[in-house]
């Protein structure tokens, strides 16, 4: 079992930055993709980024690209979404997931075994 426990989010104003972090734990996420999802009010869960298990290969939306950057610390069983530029459409809850047999990105989330209880994000404008 791992379990996943983010943190960071919080209110900012539209253009201020967010870091958000995700610490796992029961078990070492070093082999394991992992990515960040988001859900905003009355909206279906979305995928935000994705990070491969060395943090050699990266993806993103097309909505947070070049804004949001995915990074990981396997020594530290961690991953961290740098949220940069943010805008009042960026406002979610956002989720931490994990592949337990996937190594390599995915943006579909069913690949996801494992998913943390969300940290909201707020954007006013």
């Known amino acids: 079992q791992v379990q996943l426990v983010e943190s960071g989010g919080g209110l900012v104003q539209a253009g201020g930055s967010l870091r958000l972090s995700c610490a796992a734990s029961?078990?070492?996420?070093?082999?394991?993709?992992m990515a960040w999802f988001r859900q905003a009010p009355g909206k279906e869960r979305e995928f935000v980024a994705a990070?491969?298990?060395?943090?050699?290969?990266?993806d993103y939306a097309r909505s947070v690209k070049g804004r949001f950057a995915i990074s990981r610390d396997n020594a530290e069983n961690t991953v961290s979404l740098q949220m940069n530029s943010l805008k009042p459409e960026d406002t979610a809850v956002y989720y931490c997931?994990?592949?337990?047999?996937?190594?390599?990105?995915?943006?579909?989330?069913?690949?996801?075994?494992?998913w943390g209880q969300g940290t909201q994000v707020t954007v006013s404008s």
């Open positions: 997931a994990a592949a337990l047999l996937r190594r390599y990105t995915s943006t579909y989330s069913g690949v996801y075994d494992y």
């Open positions: 029961g078990r070492t996420v070093s082999s394991y993709a």
């Open positions: 990070i491969s298990w060395s943090g050699d290969s990266t």
